[in-house]
């Protein structure tokens, strides 16, 4: 497949945490971007963050993206579709309040380039390791681009409503992608375009998205900021719990190599830079903010087991993707809640 060097690139949900990251790296790599969002009023921090970059920078409403034909005008004219719109929370009552705009925002997007993107080259779209892990397997475990979390969909199919919220997540995570891969081989004789799946786990690090305190920041930057800023875990849990984790900014630039990189091509590909447990981050954090709760004084980083962490030999082979250190993103985090009056 050709490799998509310049041009412009459609990111859809790009004012969202990850989303307005990838904006930000594609618009500093030249190219131009089209970029979605639910309202006029949620494109007004695009325009106002990256006002420097001119017309390089378009935005344009998708209210719905599970409507039939959201996507039909935004692909037109697009060399590369970046597709990043798709909720994470823990709140759902009902699955399908998660099931649904993630898997038909994903198909979506896929019907409309079929249809209109008869421009578009690459589609890479942004899923989870929530779709590779499965919590009942016996631990530890390291995952591979090979495992599928079928577990959380027969939670949700079994338990419905009373299904975990994470389990909710998940499953949503799990159909959406493999609604993707499932379109993909259905139509792929019939497309110029070709098909990546980027799957990070937690994701952390400085907030550029419109959010006026902590609380209303996105789940996964919330989660950081309470445990590590505010100290809300105990003992126990700083030491024992955690998970994997990728900064921001090294998964917004694996979203620029993943067009880039012919051999990506076809691949569900981890972005994923190591395991942690909390602890971890308290520790690094208070290297430049003493005055942190100093949280579990007894943990050994060295001595922990990681009951669930990813292998990411993939990326390292097909995108060369640098990571950041842990103790960088932390020291990067406290500098943007501190400069944002939080800390």
């Known amino acids: ?28 790599q030249g190219y131009s971007v089209r970029g979605t969002v639910r309202s006029e009023s949620k494109g007004t921090h695009l325009k106002e963050r990256f006002k420097s970059y001119g017309d390089k920078l378009e935005v344009v409403v998708v209210e719905d993206i599970t409507k039939e034909g959201a996507f039909d005008e935004a692909v037109k004219g697009v060399d590369v579709v970046e597709h990043m719109a798709s909720p994470f929370h823990f709140n759902a009552e009902d699955p399908n309040e998660l099931i649904t705009p993630a898997v038909a925002g994903t198909s979506g997007v896929l019907q409309s380039a ?116 505010k100290g809300r875990l105990d003992q126990e849990a700083l030491a024992n719990s955690g998970s994997s984790y990728v900064d921001v900014r090294d998964l917004a630039e694996a979203h620029v190599l993943a067009i880039r990189k012919e051999e990506a091509s076809g691949n569900r590909i981890i972005i994923s830079a190591g395991a942690f447990k909390w602890q971890d981050w308290v520790n690094a954090s208070r290297l430049v903010a003493p005055e942190l709760p100093p949280g579990n004084t007894s943990y050994k980083r060295e001595k922990a087991v990681h009951q669930r962490s990813y292998d990411n030999s993939k990326a390292a082979k097909l995108l060369q993707l640098p990571y950041r250190t842990l103790e960088a993103t932390a020291a990067d985090c406290i500098a943007d809640f501190k400069q944002k009056g939080w800390l």
Not at 1 to 25: D, E
């Open 1 to 28: 497949m050709p490799i998509a060097n310049s041009g412009k690139v459609l990111a859809t949900g790009a004012n969202g945490y990850i989303a307005i990251w990838v904006v930000k790296a594609l618009l500093e």
């Open 114 to 229: 079929l249809l209109h993107g008869k421009d578009v080259k690459r589609i890479v779209v942004l899923a989870s390791t929530a779709a590779i892990l499965e919590t009942n397997r016996s631990a530890p475990v390291v995952f591979t681009e090979d495992d599928w979390n079928n577990h959380a969909i027969q939670q949700v199919e079994t338990k419905g409503k009373d299904a975990s919220p994470a389990d909710k997540y998940q499953a949503s995570k799990t159909l959406a992608e493999k609604a993707a891969w499932a379109f993909y081989e259905q139509h792929k004789n019939e497309v110029k375009w070709d098909l990546v799946v980027l799957n990070p786990p937690f994701v952390f690090g400085p907030v550029l998205h419109a959010v006026d305190s902590p609380e209303s920041l996105n789940t996964s930057a919330k989660e950081w900021y309470y445990n590590v800023v």
